[in-house]
Nanobody, 125 residues
Framework: QLQLVESGGGFVQPGGSLRLSCSAS????????IGWFRQAPGKEREGLLC????????NYADSEEGRFTISRDLAKNTVYLEMNSLKPEDTAVYYC??????????????????WGKGTLVTVSS
């Protein structure tokens, strides 16, 4: 069974850091582009970063550049989202998704092939 599972979300104070994990089972990540998305309450889903199947990374959220980074560990079949200097406006459910292509389908996320169920990140004092 093909599955993505996010973990690492939780409650953090402003300025803090979190590392989210996206673990894949049933398929091998190096043939897929993996994207991180988030959806805040009352807002549309937003594409953040993509780890391409060729091993590169792309940041689609200019406002997060420098604060968010994406990485991949093929041995663990896991992609990570490192988030630093968190702000209350980063509060959202964070999702990872896989696309069997070189790049993520950031502008049409419905084209991503597999989705995790999400992990909640709450940034508050």
């Amino acid at each position: 069974q093909l599955q993505l599972v996010e973990s690492g979300g939780g409650f953090v104070q402003p300025g803090g850091s979190l590392r989210l994990s996206c673990s894949a089972s049933g398929f091998v990540l190096d043939y897929y582009a993996i994207g991180w998305f988030r959806q805040a309450p009352g807002k549309e889903r937003e594409g953040l970063l993509c780890f391409t199947s060729s091993g590169g990374s792309i940041n689609y959220a200019d406002s997060e550049e420098g604060r968010f980074t994406i990485s991949r560990d093929l041995a663990k079949n896991t992609v990570y989202l490192e988030m630093n200097s968190l702000k209350p406006e980063d509060t959202a459910v964070y999702y990872c998704a896989a696309h069997q292509a070189l790049f993520c389908s950031i502008t049409t996320p419905e084209d991503m092939d597999y989705w995790g169920k999400g992990t909640l990140v709450t940034v508050s004092s």
